[in-house]
Nanobody, 122 residues
Framework: QLQLVESGGGLVQAGGSLRLSCAAS????????IGWFRQAPGKEREFVAG????????YYADSVKGRFTISRDNAKIAVNLQMNSLKPEDTAIYSC???????????????WGKGTLVTVSS
């Protein structure tokens, strides 16, 4: 069993930065790819960024490449998402997820956090 808890969301102006954290509890953390997904009002949930079990490989959606950075700390059992140059279209609920495959398919996600709201004002 793995529990994921997000923090760090909030309100920021366009061009600003936020850092999201995903704290995990459970002995199986290292077995999973960990990713961030987001869901904007009226839209489907989409993949944002992910990292493999060791932190050596990272994955990003085209819409956030060059602006967002994901990192993993297995000692602290946490994954962070640094979001820079935020845009109003980044507004969404951001959720942390544990993926057993690294394919970032929502149907294959084993565990989800409850999410944290990010609002970017223009």
């Amino acid at each position: 069993q793995l529990q994921l808890v997000e923090s760090g969301g909030g309100l920021v102006q366009a061009g600003g930065s936020l850092r999201l954290s995903c704290a995990a509890s459970g002995r199986t953390f290292r077995a999973y790819y960990i990713g961030w997904f987001r869901q904007a009002p009226g839209k489907e949930r989409e993949f944002v960024a992910g990292v493999n079990w060791s932190g050596s490989s990272t994955y990003y959606a085209d819409s956030v490449k060059g602006r967002f950075t994901i990192s993993r700390d297995n000692a602290k059992i946490a994954v962070n998402l640094q979001m820079n140059s935020l845009k109003p279209e980044d507004t969404a609920i951001y959720s942390c997820a544990a993926d057993g495959t690294g394919l970032w398919d929502t149907a294959a996600i084993h565990y989800w956090g409850k999410g944290t709201l990010v609002t970017v004002s223009s």
